[in-house]
Every structure is written in C-alpha cells, then in structure tokens.
C-alpha cells in the first residue's frame, strides 16, 4: 500500500469513527436483515475483522495490488471517461469512442482501482448476502473484481462477469485473475452501451450488480434502468462515486426514489440498494462514511 492510500485509509476511518458510528450502531440493533446486513458489514470492514481463509484471498490480492502500483511498465490505454463537468471542447464522438491515453501500469492502478477499504465493503457485502449470479460494470485491472470473486469463491458458489472498454486494461485483468486462480470470473470486452444487454441476458437472473465505470448521471440512470427488469426478486445494486458531480448527484436521487429499490444506503462514496419484492415500506439511511 502507497504512502497516500495508507493515509487515505486511516483517514476514512477517523471520520467514521466520528461521524457514522452512531448509525452503524443504530443500524446493527436491528432485526431487519438488510439494515443488521449494512452495519455488520461496515463495522467488520472498520475492524478489518477476517477469518483465515479470507486473510489468505485478500493478502493475495493486496500484494498483487503492490505489485501493479510499483509497476513503470507503459500502459496505452482507451479511457472512456466521463468528465465532472462536460467539456463542450470535448466532442461527444471522442467520448463515445473513448480517446487513447498513454500512462503506466502504475499510475493506472493507483488512479483506477478502488481503495482498500471499499473493495472489503464489496467482499464483505458477498460474503453475507451470498449472491450467485453478479455483474461488475468496470473492471479496470481486475482488483474489485478479485475481491468480489474470491469472496463468491469463499461461499462456495457464484460467479462474476466484470465488463471493460478498454482493451489493454482487459488484458491485464484477465491476466490478474489466472495469476490469483479465480476461475469463478469472465471479462466481457466493449463499451457497457454495447455489452450490457447481452451480459444481462446471459446471466440473468442477477443478484448483485457493481457500477463503477462511465460516472455519467444519465449513463448511470440508463444502466439501472437496463439492469432492473433482469435482476431477482432480492437482489442488490452498488452504485459506485454517487457524489463525484453534479449529475452523478442526480442519478443516485433518482435510483434512491426508484420504486422497486426498497432500501437504500447511501455511504455518500457507494450507494447500496436492495431490491426485495416482500419489504413492504421503503426506507433509505444515510451513513456518511467521508
Ligand atoms: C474506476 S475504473 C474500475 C475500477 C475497478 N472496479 C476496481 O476498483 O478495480 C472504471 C473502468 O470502467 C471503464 N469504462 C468507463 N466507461 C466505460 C464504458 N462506457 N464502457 C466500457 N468500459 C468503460 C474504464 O475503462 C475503467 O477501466
């Protein structure tokens, strides 16, 4: 682990400690099972309280994590990035296609991939709600995807299909996940506009869905909109970035008062919903966990 996402963990759980453990709490008392489910989840996480099998995956993963960070190799990769605020001297065309960008594999890896903490919120979320059938709309070099499957590996069921528009940053996952022997997990190469469908068709129902890539309030909302009428009838949704701009904002509003979510939590970094025909009253909790 770097320096700065050292620092960046420590710092996430002082402000927890100061800010959501009264909700944590709150949460955990409860006897229904998605709000007991969230709080147990993030104070395990806070404690980084692991069984020994789980310490083997995830110290695993963790060192190959170092290893792409120290990583100079060059890295040409398509981003496809959506911008905070759109860029009018940026034209939709070169969004749509993606633009080249030259990098390396390090910088790519601490910039993509999702910081420890919140990848374990991710495993953890598997290990207790035991999914079977998960997608993961971005993939970058495979890290949350490696948490993700050997978390369904630990449950001794389940698999991922993780998507990626880039294609040398599909390769290295690919890769990432033969190194780690997670076979439980398919990459699906193309833009998510392309790919999506065909994933949902193939792997429906789904139990659990990660959106971490095109951090476009109206993208975002299109990809839900698209996911929903696939999943089962309990399932749960993770929308990663929910306040990283002004129209990523406005789509985790929007997924919130969807009707068919019937609890929400918004961790203000992940939004977490679940989807559960038999919770008659919709409820939504806010623990902001920075
Ligand atoms: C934040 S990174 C994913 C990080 C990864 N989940 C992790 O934590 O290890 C988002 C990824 O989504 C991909 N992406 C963004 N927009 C896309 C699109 N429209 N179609 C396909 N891939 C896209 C990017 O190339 C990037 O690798």
Request: glycine share 6%.
């Amino acid at each position: 682990m770097t320096l700065l996402k050292k620092y960046a963990d420590l710092f996430i759980r002082y402000a927890l400690k100061l800010n959501a453990q009264k909700a944590i709490s709150g949460l955990r008392r409860k006897s229904d099972i998605y709000q007991k489910m969230v709080g147990d989840v993030i104070k395990e996480t806070l404690d980084n309280n692991l069984t020994t099998d789980e310490k083997f995956w995830i110290k695993k993963i963790e060192l190959l994590r170092r290893q792409l960070e120290s990583s100079s190799e060059e890295l040409v990769l398509t981003d496809f990035g959506a911008r905070k605020i759109p860029d009018p001297k940026v034209y939709d065309i070169e969004i749509e296609k993606g633009r080249n960008v030259v990098s390396t594999v390090g910088s790519k890896c601490k910039s993509g991939s999702e910081i420890y903490f919140w990848v374990l919120i991710l495993f953890k979320l598997i290990r207790k709600f035991k999914p079977l059938s998960c997608i993961e709309l971005g993939s970058c070099m495979g890290l949350s995807a490696s948490f993700q499957a050997s978390a369904l590996f630990l449950n001794g069921s389940g698999k991922l299909v993780t998507m990626e528009g880039s294609e040398s940053l599909a390769a290295i996952a690919t890769k990432n996940f033969q190194t780690l022997g997670l076979h439980n997990i398919s990459l699906k190469l193309g833009r998510f506009q392309d790919t999506l469908h065909a994933v949902l068709s193939e792997s429906q129902p789904i139990d659990y869905a990660f959106l971490d890539g095109h951090l476009d309030g109206i993208a975002t909302i299109n990809y839900f909109k698209e996911i929903v009428p696939f999943c089962s009838s309990k399932a749960l949704l993770i929308i990663d970035n929910i306040f990283w701009s002004p129209s990523m904002k406005k789509a985790w509003k929007f997924i919130e008062d969807d009707k068919r979510i019937k609890v929400s939590f918004n961790l203000r970094h992940f939004g977490i919903c679940v989807i559960d025909n038999e919770v008659i009253e919709k409820q939504s909790f806010r623990i902001p966990l920075i």
